[in-house]
């Protein structure tokens, strides 16, 4: 009978200190959401400001138009901000005067080309994984049949001119049809 009353004397200890555990467990957390919690602030007044950010207005506010310059550029490269572009006042008569200065520029001049591969001929097959097998290096036959065979493929690009159409003209030999882009 003794033995019963130390097993439940010492569970009853322990059912205790459970229960002690949790009450403080729920006070802390109580506590907690109490600091998180915060009330809203009502509209038509301005929202508290951190000490921090205040400092902070505070300072770039005080600074004159070079240092604001100089700040933006700190932020930019620091920050791997893009340039934003400034709409100048008189937009419609800026537009008007770019599109003069884009008329006067001279049209560039395209110097790399792509040949694309776009079908070939069934009978000539072969023939073509051949000469795929030569013009593309470091392309065994295995590699140069699964090129022809996915079809339209880019051959080569940022080629010059006369080596598009060297290829163009090598191709159409082996029974390819070919582009210049």
Avoid: W, Y
Avoid at 45 to 72: F, T, Y
Avoid at 114 to 135: G, M, P, R, W
């Amino acid at each position: 009978m003794n033995s019963i009353r130390v097993v439940l004397q010492k569970n009853m200890h322990q059912l205790r200190q459970f229960h002690k555990c949790i009450a403080l467990c729920q006070a802390e957390a109580s506590a907690a959401v109490a600091e998180k919690m915060t009330i809203p602030v009502p509209e038509g007044v301005d929202k508290p400001v951190s000490a921090k950010i205040d400092k902070i207005a505070n300072d770039i506010s005080a600074l004159n138009l070079i240092e604001v310059a100089e700040l933006s550029d700190v932020l930019k490269k620091r920050l791997n901000l893009p340039d934003a572009p400034v709409m100048p006042m008189g937009g419609f008569q800026m537009a008007s005067q770019k599109d003069d200065e884009e008329a006067e520029a001279p049209k560039s001049v395209q110097t790399s080309f792509t040949v694309k591969l776009t079908s070939f001929e069934d009978s000539k097959k072969v023939a073509l994984i051949k000469e795929i097998k030569n013009l593309l290096p470091g392309t065994n036959l295995v590699q140069a049949k699964k090129f022809v065979e996915s079809v339209p493929v880019v051959v080569k690009s940022d080629v010059s001119k006369d080596e598009a159409e060297q290829l163009k003209e090598a191709i159409a030999k082996a029974g390819g049809v070919t582009e210049i882009l």
